[in-house]
Each structure stands twice: as structure tokens, then as C-alpha cells.
């Protein structure tokens, strides 16, 4: 099974649930609620409006994608419309969640504690349902790589499931070099992905608040780097928190696809802006990815009478052209 319940059919939840924080970059309140949502829905963001306002929904897909400067901004034709949308997207992909409604009453998603843990515990609170129509996934059938000043990113054809790897590199004491690598899929994500949390350094915050950067950002929801210690009281929670935490990203941007991908991705040194340009690279080319659907294992077991055609990827559709 490659991700979810069962990984011929959509999944949504079962019922709704609620967090509320501040935003890290805006400093502002906001509550994010995570509804049900029917099949083919695909996930959705909804964008209360305040001040009279009209609310506002789109598509939760790799053209939405209005900036990537230090958070993944989502928007439409009228202009950005939420930030920060990455750790609630990788938490919904890794739990395998197709279909929900992501309704947010201000202008990025609540950091919480700055990792994906707490939108995990979210998704648990309201608990995935398993829908009737298949699940349809993008499968990468040949390399794509975009890179630039020492940096890249690239997807490869792989035969099941999602593999991200992340390198990182900092001159920093603290980081270094560090690597992660991970099959994403529930229980992985869980245990090695979703505590880890954003970081920052602290010789950047004076720069960061002028340009109206992580007004929100604290030890509560951010680990802080000082020249040579980690200032949160508790320290890491992994000892390569930093890549992992770079593979959380990854994942959440990877979720702008608009359907779970078959393939390995790779990043050096990459964050939300390379991530973008490999998935619209990615999509731009009609050759190098198709639709396709997954049988559920148990009846074509049944059928055909062979134990080792679970999770074969059975092509459904052709690259749809826009």
C-alpha cells in the first residue's frame, strides 16, 4: 500500500478539526479548521473574509503559488491569500488525506510549535474516511532536474511510493553538512518528520523584522541558532533536525501537485522556491509523468491469483493538457 487507507481509493476526514496560533512572519492570530471534503475536491483552501471582504477559495496546486521567498504563499487572480501553507500540506499528503476543505480566518496558517506535529494530532482528531472513487496518482517517468549556483533539485522515475531526500549545507557549527532520506508514507512521517521543527539564525532576525519577516517567531515555535548553541531551552528534538525539518517543507510543497506522486525527489541545499521550480518543471513537461491508478491489493490478489501485484501502478490517464 503506497500512502493512505486504501491505496485504490480517496480518502477524506471524518469530521472537522480546529488549531489556532499566530502566524510566524505576520505575528497575527489566526484559527485553521480542517474540514470534510467529497471526492475529487482535492484539497482546498478557504480564505474567511475580514473587513468586508469576500471569502476566498482555491486550489491548493502548484499554480497557485503566488511566493516562495521564506514560506509557500497560496493566491488567485486577486493576489496572495494565505502564507505558510507547507507543514499542514505535508501533514494531510503523509497521512494520506485527497480531500479536505482548509478554511483560514487570516493571512498564513497558524506555526504552532513550528513543526507538523500538531496538524498530525489534528488529522487524528477528526479521523480519515475512506471514499468509494479511485485515488489517481502522478507517476514520474523521467528524470527532471532544475539547478542552479550549487543548488538542485530533481525528480526520477521509482516504482512505488514517494522517496525525499534532502541535503543541506550551512557554515555553521550547529548544521553543516546533514542528509535525511524517507519513504513517505503514515507511520514514517510520524516518527521521523513531523516533531521536527522551522529554524532560524539569530544574527538574521534584525534583517528579517525590517523586511517584515517572523514578527511571530519565538522559542515557542522556532529553533533559534546563536553563534554556538541552540537558545531553546530544550534543544533538538532530533539531532539533524534541520534536514529533516527540510524534508517536512519539501513534502508539503510537493503536495501542490494535486495528486500523490510515484518517484524520488532529491534536493541540495533547496527550500520552498526550488521545490517550486522542480514541480513546475515537473508538469510543464507532458512526457515526463502520467496519470495512473492503484489497484487495491486485496481483490486483485483474488483475481488474478498472484501475491506480488499489489501496489502495481496501472496507467488510467494521459497527461491532461490545459
Known amino acids: 500500500m503506497t500512502r493512505g487507507m486504501q491505496a485504490g481509493r480517496q480518502t477524506t476526514l471524518r469530521h472537522h478539526a480546529t488549531v489556532a496560533g499566530v502566524g510566524v512572519h505576520s505575528g497575527s492570530p489566526v484559527t485553521l479548521t480542517l474540514h470534510p471534503a467529497e471526492a475529487d475536491t482535492g484539497i482546498v483552501f478557504l480564505r474567511c473574509g475580514q473587513n468586508g ?21 497560496l493566491g488567485d487572480q486577486s493576489g496572495p491569500a494565505v502564507s505558510t501553507t507547507e507543514h499542514v500540506l505535508a501533514a494531510l ?39 468509494p472513487p479511485p485515488r489517481r496518482y502522478i507517476q514520474v517517468l523521467k528524470t527532471v532536474r532544475v539547478g542552479v549556483n550549487g543548488c538542485y533539485g530533481e525528480f526520477q522515475p521509482r516504482g512505488h511510493g514517494l522517496l525525499v531526500e534532502t541535503e543541506i549545507e550551512f557554515d555553521h557549527p550547529l548544521i553543516g553538512r546533514q542528509t535525511f532520506a524517507i519513504e513517505v508514507e503514515p507511520g514514517m512521517f510520524r516518527r521521523e518528520l513531523a516533531r521536527a521543527r522551522t ?24 529553533v533559534v541558532i546563536a553563534e554556538t548553541r541552540v537558545l531553546n531551552p530544550e534543544g533538538l528534538r532530533f539531532a539533524n533536525e534541520f534536514a529533516r525539518h527540510k524534508a517536512v517543507d519539501a513534502i508539503g510543497d510537493l503536495a ?11 534536493s541540495r541545499r533547496g527550500g520552498h522556491k526550488l521545490n517550486h521550480a522542480v514541480l513546475s518543471a515537473l508538469m510543464a513537461d507532458r512526457t515526463a509523468w502520467a496519470y495512473v491508478e492503484m489497484p487495491e491489493a ?18 488510467a490517464y494521459g497527461p491532461e493538457v490545459s
Open 199 to 222: 529554524f532560524g539564525f539569530i544574527r538574521d532576525v534584525s534583517k528579517l523584522w525590517s523586511a517584515g519577516y517572523s514578527l511571530g517567531a519565538s522559542l515557542d515555535n522556532t
Open 93 to 131: 499528503y503523509a497521512l494520506g488525506v485527497d480531500n479536505a476543505l482548509i478554511e483560514v480566518d487570516g493571512p498564513e496558517v497558524p506555526i504552532m510549535d513550528g513543526s507538523a506535529q500538531p496538524f498530525v494530532s489534528a488529522i487524528d482528531q477528526a479521523g480519515i474516511v475512506t471514499l
Open 256 to 266: 501542490l501537485a494535486g495528486a500523490p506522486l510515484i518517484g524520488a525527489y532529491r
Open 53 to 73: 471582504q469576500r471569502d476566498r477559495e482555491f486550489a491548493a496546486d502548484y499554480r497557485s503559488v503566488m511566493a516562495t521567498e521564506f514560506a509557500t504563499v
Open 298 to 315: 486485496e481483490p486483485l490478489r483474488r483475481a488474478r491469483g498472484h501475491a506480488d501485484l499489489a501496489g502495481i501502478a496501472i496507467p
